[in-house]
């Protein structure tokens, strides 16, 4: 019933910022965090940031704090990439996923209860 779909990917210099957006559709669990996830050729795919209706985030620490998750209203995710690396290269993920009132961490996959199609993200050097 819930769907997601992304958009704003591409490819871009090292340096260089993009802004990921995620649409939501149905009616999602009033629990559930939006989140995004990333995943590389050969890697396994992780969980990047998560953000709750209470406004609480969780954020990899591999990002360095170079990329900020936000939302618009309880239909519209966004994931803003800042200052791209090459190993950020990969493709982005929105999803919907369980939170602390499950007791789960919303960056495991395990976490996840709705995922998007994915966007690509290219970082050159």
């Known amino acids: 019933q819930v769907q997601l779909m992304e958009s704003g990917g591409g490819s871009v210099q090292a340096g260089g910022s993009l802004k990921l957006s995620c649409q939501i559709s149905?009616?999602?669990?009033?629990?559930?965090?939006g989140a995004w996830f990333r995943q590389a050729p050969g890697k396994e795919r992780e969980g990047v940031a998560c953000?709750?209706?209470?406004?609480?985030t969780t954020y990899t620490d591999s990002i360095k704090g170079r990329f900020t998750i936000s939302k618009d209203g309880a239909n519209t995710l966004y994931l803003q990439l800042s200052t791209l690396k090459p190993e950020d290269t990969a493709m982005y993920y929105c999803?919907?996923?369980?939170?602390?009132?499950?007791?789960?961490?919303?960056?495991?996959?395990?976490?996840?209860?709705?995922w998007g199609q994915g966007t690509q993200v290219n970082v050159s050097s």
């Open positions: 999803a919907l996923t369980r939170g602390p009132s499950w007791g789960v961490d919303c960056l495991r996959m395990s976490a996840v209860l709705n």
């Open positions: 149905g009616r999602a669990h009033p629990n559930a965090y």
């Open positions: 953000l709750g209706r209470a406004g609480d």
